[in-house]
Structure formats: C-alpha cells, structure tokens
C-alpha cells in the first residue's frame, strides 16, 4: 500500500509533522495562508531529526527548496547517517559544492550516484526528488516533475534509517542554507506521472 510516511508544511503559524520527530530545532511563522510556500527553515542553522524511518526497501523522497546562496559547501536536503568519510554509510538528497552545486542523491559513500546536469538555482523555489527501488537497484532524479537523471547502481541502505532534514547527521554539518518546505516521504516508488502531477499539490495525510 502506498502512504506518505512523512510529510511536513507550514501553515498557520505552525510547523506540521505526521510523525513526531526526537529533535526540532526548526523556526514557525506567524503569518501564514493555506496554498502559499512558507519556509520550514528561518536561519541556515536550522535542522529537524526525524528518526529512523526510511524504508528499508523502496522509497521516495519530495522537497521544496530554496537556496540562498553558493556558500561553499555541500548544502544537505535529506541524509542519514553520512558518518566519517571512511565510513561511507547512510543516504543522501543535497546540492554538492564538489559538483558545481548541482542536484544530486546516493547511497554509502557515492552521494553522486544520480546527479543534474545543470546547477541548483538560488533564490527561486524548487521541487526535487528522488525514488530508489530496492529490487533494481534503479534510483531516479527529478527536478520540477522532470526525470534529469537515473541509475541502477544504488545500494542498499539497510541499518541506516535515520533521516535529518537540512542538515547531515554527523558532526551537525552540511546545513542547507536556504529553506525548505512541503517535504514527503513515501514508502515505495513514486512513479514519473505521480510525481508529476502532485508536486505542486498539498497533500492530505491521505493519499
């Protein structure tokens, strides 16, 4: 059965979680209309741990982002787990600065197993997202409803369910420095169409 596992947005002067997450240190608004984008994050320090909950198998990962400036480091959308660089363990969906600050998503150390063509905009909102089937291997990009890139090279993520949302797990690093809003989780293979069609959508909690 398919179900969001998380989805999160800012309304109303608060911030929404399905899932209650162990730590937020994420900044709510209190000028807010329903169908307007308001920003999840305030400051570029600003992060939410949701705990262990990717999937183990397939999943999908969905975002708005905006990104305030090229600030020199890599700028982390959704990962866990990253760890040292010798431990190359964990997920990821950022904007690398090694990459020219271009969209990308991996496992276990290759966080570039899918990567755009093109550089991340700044100052301008972007939905991106990223599937990963658990029996192929496949993991596709998206950017604004749009297939930009895919893989069948992608491990397994098996014992590293954590998810942080704008920042990597380890040490607090790699912020994203900008916002983020609308962010979903889903536990299987959003397909092109789906993605297409509903990244512009608030969701309900029961699609």
């Known amino acids: 059965m398919k179900y969001p596992i998380l989805f999160i947005l800012s309304v109303l002067g608060l911030t929404l979680l399905v899932l209650?997450?162990?730590?937020?240190?994420?900044?709510?608004?209190?000028?807010?209309?329903?169908?307007?984008s308001i920003p999840l994050f305030k400051d570029r320090y600003s992060y939410i741990e949701c705990g262990n909950i990717i999937p183990t198998e397939s999943y999908t990962k969905e975002a708005w982002g905006y990104l305030d400036r090229k600030n020199g480091?890599?700028?982390?959308?959704?990962?866990?787990?990253?760890?040292?660089p010798s431990a190359n363990a964990g997920h990821v969906l950022m904007i690398g600065s090694g990459n020219e600050y271009k969209l990308s998503a991996g496992h276990g150390g290759d966080w570039q197993t899918v990567i755009d063509d093109?550089?991340?905009?700044t100052r301008t909102w972007t939905h991106v997202a990223v599937s990963y089937n658990h029996t192929s291997g496949t993991m596709i990009?998206?950017?604004n409803g749009v297939e930009v890139n895919r893989s069948t090279g992608?491990?397994?993520?098996?014992?590293?369910?954590?998810l942080w949302l704008g920042s990597s797990d380890y040490e607090r690093t790699h912020f994203f420095e900008g916002k983020l809003d609308e962010v979903r989780l889903w536990n299987d293979v959003r397909s092109a169409t789906e993605?297409?069609?509903?990244?512009?959508?608030?969701?309900?909690?029961?699609?």
């Open 20 to 36: 209650s997450p162990r730590h937020v240190n994420a900044q709510t608004y209190t000028e807010a209309t329903f169908n307007q």
């Open 73 to 84: 480091k890599s700028n982390n959308i959704m990962s866990g787990t990253v760890g040292t």
């Open 118 to 121: 093109t550089e991340f905009p």
């Open 141 to 143: 990009l998206y950017k």
């Open 154 to 162: 992608a491990g397994s993520i098996e014992g590293h369910q954590e």
């Open 195 to 207: 993605i297409r069609d509903h990244y512009a959508d608030v969701l309900t909690g029961n699609e």
